[in-house]
């Protein structure tokens, strides 16, 4: 074990070794995903910005691709990170494991750069292939698609290959049978019907069920490892909310997707059953966190990880107000007919993406980085008062609610005079796209996102340079807590 306060990757296991990997990798990513948010939010405001060489179509698909792969890193190396813990045995193939990263990581290197050099141009079979699959949100040529399946498939085998030698726990089981879902659910988006509404179904089980179903599992199982590392948590309390958020998922989860169906030509009933169910997702991960917090005020709220648990509160708050309040607002039929394809939409997404997954993988690293330094002091009264997490944590989560602010005023005014009012025709498009209101929300989203960067830039600043100082071990949780 090294001193306290330095990095050293002596104080690590295999698993977590290579989890540190993902999170460098998932944090800079972090941070091409906030430039080209800040290119793209620019264009709005002035349309000409770049045109011809970086077009606002480019900077929207590495903007949202990012976001997609760095918050898949960072749900891989949390994994990597917890597997050992949690079973009490060494990674299985974690040379293969390794090996995965790298091949992953230069994937997406090489994505990117093709993204960036080839704009424009003809589609084809082979485009479809090497350059860019042409699906919203999920542009990523069909060789890049087959990799993700392919390192998914490997995860899968280090985490089943773990646990199956070793003890189980419900955190192990569930996550285990959460990662079949991850690479099975992603093939949906594989592979082309000729008629629109099919093709456009399957694509939502990728853009909804993938992430909104079996990545809200994921996260139920990593918060449940931080709340009995951070605060010392009795597991049979975290597990049990993570049994609930299971059948919730299955319930609600597969059910609420059907609010995606409601205009590509699927019959009726959707509009209820979608209608009904979208918004029950996120409340056991919240039901987890006010729990658990109860539980471990028993023993006078001892924390082992301020930073780590206030993003686990932030995580709690953004989920249910992003993912479930601003999701609700808009996905009951007769709200969405004149909501749907609105900056509306854009709200909740960047509101639930940040809230629902940003926040736990932050606050995951912030717990990796405890033990990295030699499971140094990081509860109250830090060497620097810790002031570099803290106004991290209120830039990110000041400016994500600003955006989502402004972009809800912008929707509200293309709602009205976009769709209410002009029946959403070309007319109607553009002249809400003109309107002053519209621009109004635009220019404080802006804004709100430079204040969004300034936060990312103390994030890793202090991601660097939090412990360094600090010759104190950690603190001691309630045994009972930890049992």
Not at 111 to 123: A, E, K, N, R
Not at 126 to 134: D, K, R
Not at 333 to 348: E, K, V
């Amino acid at each position: 074990m090294a001193a306290l306060g330095i990095i050293d990757s002596a104080n690590l296991n295999g698993g977590q070794k290579l989890a540190v990997k993902y999170f460098t990798v998932a944090i800079a990513l972090f941070g091409a995903q906030v430039l080209f948010g800040l290119l793209a939010g620019i264009q709005y405001l002035k349309p000409d910005f770049l045109f011809g060489i970086l077009d606002f179509s480019v900077n929207r698909m590495v903007h949202i691709n990012a976001m997609v792969v760095w918050l898949l890193f960072g749900f891989i190396g949390s994994s990597y990170w917890l597997l050992e813990d949690e079973s009490g045995v060494p990674v299985a193939g974690l040379g293969l494991g390794n090996l995965i990263f790298w091949v992953f990581t230069l994937a997406v290197a090489v994505v990117v750069v093709v993204y960036l050099l080839i704009q424009v141009g003809p589609g084809d079979q082979s485009s479809i292939w090497l350059i860019n699959e042409g699906r919203e949100y999920i542009e990523a040529p069909r060789w890049a698609d087959i990799g993700i399946v392919v390192c998914v498939l490997v995860f899968f085998y280090n985490v089943a290959g773990t646990f199956a030698k070793g003890k189980y726990t419900g955190i192990g089981g569930v996550l285990t049978l959460d990662l079949v879902a991850l690479a099975g659910l992603y093939l949906a988006g594989m592979f082309y019907t000729p008629n629109i509404s099919v093709d456009q179904y399957w694509w939502w089980w990728v853009i909804h069920l993938w992430v909104e179903a079996t990545w809200e599992v994921l996260v139920g199982c990593l918060m449940a490892y931080a709340l009995i590392k951070t605060l010392g948590v009795r597991r049979k309390i975290v597990e049990t909310w993570l049994y609930i958020e299971v059948a919730l998922m299955f319930g609600s989860g597969i059910l609420g997707l059907g609010h995606h169906y409601f205009w590509i030509g699927t019959p009726e009933y959707w509009f209820t059953i979608g209608g009904f169910f979208s918004a029950l997702e996120p409340v056991p991960l919240v039901a987890m966190v006010v729990h658990s917090v109860f539980d471990a005020g028993a023993h006078q709220m001892k924390n082992k990880n301020h930073p780590a648990l206030a993003w686990i509160i932030a995580h709690a708050f953004g989920n249910f107000f992003g993912a479930g309040v601003w999701g609700f607002m808009h996905t009951l039929p007769q709200i969405n007919l004149y909501t749907h394809g609105t900056q509306w939409s854009a709200s909740h997404g960047h509101l639930a993406f940040f809230g629902a997954y940003a926040t736990i993988v932050i606050g995951f690293i912030y717990l990796a980085l405890q033990k990295w330094r030699g499971d140094v002091w990081m509860s109250g009264g830090l060497v620097d008062n810790g002031w570099k997490w803290k106004w991290a944590l209120a830039l990110l989560n000041i400016g994500m609610i600003g955006m989502t602010m402004g972009m809800l005023v912008a929707g509200y005014e293309q709602s009205q005079i976009e769709r209410a009012i002009e029946g959403s025709t070309w007319t109607g498009y553009f002249a809400a796209q003109a309107h002053h209101w519209f621009q109004q929300g635009m220019f404080w989203r802006q804004i709100f996102g430079w204040a969004f960067a300034v936060g990312f830039v103390l994030l890793v600043w202090d991601l660097m340079t939090i412990g360094k100082r600090e010759t104190r071990p950690a603190q001691a949780l309630h045994e009972a807590g930890a049992a």
